[in-house]
């Protein structure tokens, strides 16, 4: 299924950059035909070649880093993971993170110079250490935003099943808005609205839907938290733990305080990849959204840039 581009996708960025009292840069969507017939879909902003490539969570779509863009003030691009945003739905709908780094990898030919910082948060940082593990001439630096594999499902990720559990459509967005901010989702209830506005449409009988094909599939996948196996993993399977200790490239892991990372996650990271960097910022599991200035200003850090 293919999402139509909405023109008003950028009303918000002006608003946005007076808040945050920036100049808002230029941006574009840029769409990429793949060989399976799919279109990959992302936001490229600034002028000049992008070193730091965004990939979102499960759910979400690349206008989730508007405000972690803004002020970060450097070329970047946003990518639309397959069947999110303005990409094209998967017909086998598998989007394990194996899987989208390919994706993401073709993304890297088309409008990227490699090497990047590749910054991925929840199902995008799984996928970023996919792609690093996978093709490690492609990113020179890796930062995970609050997700690790095999993460307790009683804990954050039961309040994201539980958000995505039926319906999948809605009398109006303010409804959904409610249910987002009730499960802790978002920042403020303007931010909450303009992420639920970017994430869905409205379909000929006026009902509001979500435009991501993960929303019908969400539930079943995280609750489908089991060993598996490499053929078939769930989203969180445990084997993306062979892919974050393959990754050459610094790693660093953002976990946030009020996030699905717990102390224990962060403490088994660092078992596993002893050299990985932690840093915990005071942010709900969106942390784009919750603390874009700090998530910049770590993305934009020396640390991050130079691999320290």
């Known amino acids: ?11 918000y960025l002006p608003a946005q950059a007076d808040a945050l009292g920036v100049p808002r840069p230029p941006v574009e969507r840029v769409t990429l035909p793949l060989d399976d017939g799919r279109v990959l879909s992302a936001l490229r902003f600034g002028t000049g070649a992008p070193r730091v490539t965004l990939l979102h969570g499960a759910g979400l779509n690349a206008h989730t880093w508007d405000t972690t863009v803004l ?13 999110h945003g303005d990409s094209s739905w998967r017909d086998d ?12 990898a073709a993304a890297f030919d088309a409008w990227a110079v490699p090497p990047q910082i590749v910054v991925g948060q929840s199902l995008g940082g799984l ?6 593990a996978a093709r490690p001439d492609l990113v020179s630096e890796l930062v995970v935003v609050d997700i690790t594999p095999g993460i307790d499902v009683t804990a954050g990720p039961a309040a994201l099943r539980e958000f995505y559990a039926g319906p999948t459509d809605f009398a109006s967005r303010d409804e959904l808005v409610d249910k987002a ?9 303007a931010e909450t609205e303009r992420g639920v506005f970017l994430n869905t449409r409205v379909r000929e009988d006026g009902r509001v839907e979500w435009k991501h094909h993960f929303a019908h ?11 598996g196996s490499v053929a078939a993993p769930s989203v969180l399977h445990e084997t993306g733990w062979d892919d974050l200790s393959a990754v050459r490239a610094p790693i660093t892991l953002v976990r946030a305080q009020r ?8 403490a088994e990271l660092h078992r596993r990849v002893p050299t990985a960097r932690l840093v915990t910022l005071d942010a709900t599991h969106n942390v784009q959204e919750t603390a874009p200035t700090a998530l910049a200003a770590l993305i934009a850090s020396p640390a991050v840039s130079h691999g320290i």
Do not use: C, N
């Open 1 to 11: 299924m293919e999402v139509a581009i909405d023109i008003s996708e950028f009303s």
């Open 71 to 83: 002020a970060l003030q450097e070329p970047v691009l946003a990518i639309d993971l397959a069947g």
């Open 93 to 104: 709908a598998d989007y394990t993170p194996r899987t989208l780094a390919r994706d993401i």
């Open 127 to 132: 996928t970023g250490a996919a792609l690093a």
């Open 181 to 189: 901010m009730s499960l802790g989702f978002g920042g403020s209830r």
């Open 217 to 227: 599939l969400a539930a079943q996948a995280l609750a489908a938290h089991d060993p």
């Open 259 to 266: 996030g699905f990372v717990s102390e224990a996650d962060a």
